[in-house]
């Protein structure tokens, strides 16, 4: 039974920085393709940053990149959102994701390809 945890979130100013983990059970973060989404109030949930198994590549939501860096410690099997420059429309609860499903086509950062998701953790950002 596959079990995400998070934990990171918090409140910032407008430009603050927060780092966001993801720990796991059941599940090896380097043999997977791991992902981090965020849903704020009254919207759908948004993919925001995916990085593929076995391999450091990564995907970005166009808003984030540059400011959120996704990466992994194999050693630790923890997955993590480096988030700089935090603006008030980031704030949302924030979700990692796991059970990947592979189509024929469309985006990474479609939440329908991803089954296994955690509890959340909130991000405020106050301007």
């Known amino acids: 039974h596959v079990q995400l945890v998070e934990s990171g979130g918090g409140s910032v100013q407008d430009g603050g920085s927060l780092t966001l983990s993801c720990a796991p059970s059941g599940l090896d973060v380097s043999a997977n393709n791991m992902a981090w989404f965020r849903q704020a109030p009254g919207q759908q949930r948004e993919g925001v940053a995916v990085?593929?198994?076995?391999?450091?590549?990564?995907s970005y939501e166009t808003s984030v990149k540059g400011r959120f860096t996704i990466s992994r410690d194999s050693a630790k099997n923890e997955l993590y959102l480096q988030m700089n420059n935090l603006k008030p429309w980031d704030a949302a609860v924030y979700y990692c994701?796991?059970?990947?499903?592979?189509?024929?086509?469309?985006?990474?950062?479609?939440?329908?390809?991803?089954?296994?998701w955690g509890q959340g953790t909130q991000v405020t950002v106050s301007s």
């Open positions: 990085i593929y198994k076995g391999t450091t590549t990564a």
């Open positions: 994701a796991a059970g990947f499903r592979y189509t024929a086509s469309g985006s990474a950062l479609d939440a329908r390809r991803w089954n296994i």
